[in-house]
């Protein structure tokens, strides 16, 4: 009970408020995204499976994906208050990982980017845009640049439930 005691009075000494639930409009912000999906390249070829789902009241978002190849991966979507912006974390049956965090992107759309690390060395700028469709289907882009952002890599996948 004393950790507990520590943690909530902070470094500052003042106390810091938990809120009571996870239900402010900040953490909707994905909902668009929660469901079951059938995912394809935008010319319908099947790129794999995608369970999306709110976790821990609310609180945030596990992603659950496979795909056509049987390769999976995980990711964990929390709200963090202090900076006001989603963050992710990515992990893979293949052991890569990603770490990413909300930035402004398109109107309509979530956007988080991130540096990932190359194997060897290095890294590379990584951004996913989710844009819901008038359909309720999900469109996300994934791109990768190497170059620091002045040319991008994408990848695109439609969702449809």
Known sequence: MRWLVLVLMGTAGGPYTVPESCSGAEYHALDFWLGDWK??????EKQGTNHIQAILG???????WTDVMGGQGESFFYYDRSLARWKQVWVT???TWKEKTQVDGPSGAVRFQGQVPRPKG??????TTLTPLPDGGVRQVIEVSADGGKTWQPWEGIYRH
């Open 39 to 44: 995912v394809t390249s935008p010319e319908g």
């Open 58 to 64: 609310g609180c945030a978002i596990r992603e659950q």
């Open 93 to 95: 049956s293949r052991g």
């Open 122 to 127: 290095g890294t590379v700028l990584d951004r």
